[in-house]
T-cell receptor, first 110, second 114 residues
């Protein structure tokens, strides 16, 4: 079946360092969403990408959707302790179903 | 405005017991979803309801049933709980199914089956 993989599974960074997580799908996606889940919390929607090659920015976060619409990335510049959590991508598979990636757990060391 | 409310927050069951997880949203959303989250596996879709009156299977429907009681409420039932169903269960809703719609999640139900 369709799979969405994320790498790395874990990432520890020093506060102020950059962080990137990559999302790869086995099939072409209609769109991709990114979510953040704080420890013990629930996923919270961050952003959605729809167009091939699309790049969107939210303050220190930069999101990209690949040209082939099979991969995506999230880059955080100058991480802060508030960035701690697990970041998930979710690709639209078919009309209604989103397939979530395995997630990247980010730990920021002060 | 509570968003998506799940009950209970925690539950411990014995193997073979049955249980219904409740979910309600107050955002007038059309679509609702049930996911389970296991360590290292992300969120997996169990069932979804694109609109009131419809339900469809997701990736891992075996062992579960759902009911879309009305536009606000979407329940998940475990008829005969098994240890493999120990997980965190999240309910979510979106204004419309699929497309360009963010999903809003509840706080989750942490379920342990002994």
């Amino acid at each position: 079946g369709q799979q969405v993989m994320q790498i790395p599974q874990y990432q520890h960074v020093q506060e102020g360092e950059d962080f990137t997580t990559y999302c790869n799908s086995s099939t072409t996606l209609s769109n991709i969403q990114w979510y953040k889940q704080r420890p013990g919390g629930h996923p919270v929607f961050l952003i959605q990408l729809v167009k091939s090659g699309e790049v969107k920015k939210q303050k220190r976060l930069t999101f990209q959707f690949g040209e082939a619409k099979k991969n995506s990335s999230l880059h955080i510049t100058a991480t802060q302790t508030t960035d701690v959590g697990t970041y998930f991508c979710a690709g639209l598979a078919g009309t209604y179903k989103y397939i979530f990636g395995t997630g990247t757990r980010l730990k920021v060391l002060a | 405005n509570a968003g998506v409310t799940q009950t209970p927050k925690f539950q411990v069951l014995k193997t073979g017991q049955s249980m219904t997880l409740q979910c309600a949203q107050d955002m007038n959303h059309n679509s609702m979803y049930w996911y389970r989250q296991d360590p290292g596996m992300g969120l997996r879709l169990i069932y979804y309801s694109a609109s009131e009156g419809t339900t469809d299977k997701g990736e891992v429907p075996n062992g579960y049933n759902v009911s879309r009681l009305n536009k606000r409420e979407f329940s998940l039932r475990l008829e005969s709980a098994a240890p493999s169903q120990t997980s965190v269960y999240f309910c979510a809703s979106s204004e419309l199914a699929g497309g360009n719609q963010p999903q809003h999640f509840g706080d989750g139900t942490r379920l342990s089956i002994l």
